[in-house]
């Protein structure tokens, strides 16, 4: 692979899109929490794995 070798094809519309809404969803506060996602990834092959955090979380 040489440096001007890409992983991933880039796409800036779709990109800048993809932005818009994400923006959109954090101005709405459809957002779910850190600490919500890092307990749920930590009891993850635990007897009692938690449920998937909510928005909100």
């Known amino acids: 692979m040489t440096s ?3 992983l991933f094809d880039t796409d800036p519309i779709a ?3 993809g932005d ?3 923006n959109a969803d954090v101005k ?3 957002v779910i929490g850190h ?7 930590a009891s993850w092959g635990s007897p009692k794995p938690l ?3 909510q928005i909100g979380d």
């Open 20 to 22: 818009a809404r994400a």
């Open 4 to 6: 001007n070798d890409v």
């Open 15 to 17: 990109e800048a899109a």
């Open 51 to 53: 449920p998937r955090p």
């Open 35 to 41: 600490n919500a996602v890092k307990r749920w990834l």
């Open 28 to 30: 709405a506060g459809r």
